[in-house]
């Protein structure tokens, strides 16, 4: 009777009622009626930033690949490979890290203990590592199949794997834009690595929803956005899609 009471109400009140409660957290179920969206700052053609929010409190991205790294930390020790530099490494793997190494595709690049393209990556020593880093690279390489090859190689038995990739993303205008060919979702990620890898030798954990998205697409900063809401995950909406695969024998 109550529930039904409750109903009732909510179903007849003005739509700016229900906007106005839902935004105070006591009405989840809101949806504007066709011709009634509130705009608001995000009625524009321009993002608030051109470089994913770094500049106005970090980029919303970063926090699903953080999230992701610290839940997988317990896997990053002994022998660490991570791409571009070793901050990640540093972070989540500490002082279980007893040697790190950098690879870079720029020679010069200070910190880089390797230097070269990782689908090209034949330099790289076999069953050496045990854990790689690859947050937001595979997305810049074209032969993603070879460098995903060259990694399961250079593993150590065991060894884990840790992959980030863009899903629902802006494209770099940067340095990095011009290497820019791809996106990924569960469900491709889940194709490639099931042709290439035992198909129980790895897991595949999506991070996003349309609120998340919508706000990463639009440059807001980490510190304006509401973390609580970017902790619901939708998969059709993935900003993120995160990959734990470990080598087989």
Same mark, same amino acid.
Request: with cysteine; proline share 3%; glycine share 8%.
């Given at each position: ?105 720029? /020679? ?111 440059? /807001? ?29």
């Amino acid at each position: 009777m109550i529930n039904s009471l409750k109903s009732t109400i909510k179903k007849n009140l003005p739509v700016f009622v229900k906007r106005f409660i839902n935004r105070i957290g006591l009405y989840q179920g809101f949806v504007p009626p066709q011709g009634k969206i509130s705009w608001g700052d995000f009625n524009s053609v321009m993002p608030f930033s051109n470089d994913f929010g770094f500049d106005r409190g970090g980029a919303v991205d970063r926090y699903y690949i953080e999230k992701f790294l610290d839940e997988q930390s317990v896997h990053i020790k002994g022998n660490v490979l991570e791409i571009a530099d070793n901050a990640y490494t540093l972070k989540y793997g500490g002082s279980n890290v007893t040697k790190s190494d950098v690879l870079h595709l720029n /020679a010069g690049t200070p910190g880089a203990t390797y230097i070269g393209d990782l689908s090209k990556g034949e330099h790289l020593p076999s069953e050496h590592f045990d854990c790689i880093i690859l947050t937001q690279t595979l997305h810049l390489i074209y032969d993603y199949t070879s460098a995903l090859k060259h990694c399961y190689r250079i593993l150590k038995k065991d060894g884990i794997l840790l992959i980030t990739t863009p899903g629902i993303s802006q494209i770099d205008r940067g340095e990095w834009g011009q290497y820019w060919l791809w996106s990924f979702n569960e469900h491709s990620m889940k194709r490639i690595l099931t042709e290439l890898f035992p198909a129980n030798s790895f897991q595949i954990q999506t991070y996003g929803n349309v609120y998340a998205a919508t706000t990463f697409l639009y440059g /807001a900063g980490l510190s304006e956005v509401d973390q609580s809401k970017l902790d619901v995950r939708d998969t059709a909406y993935s900003v993120i899609v995160g990959v734990q695969l470990k080598k087989q024998a």
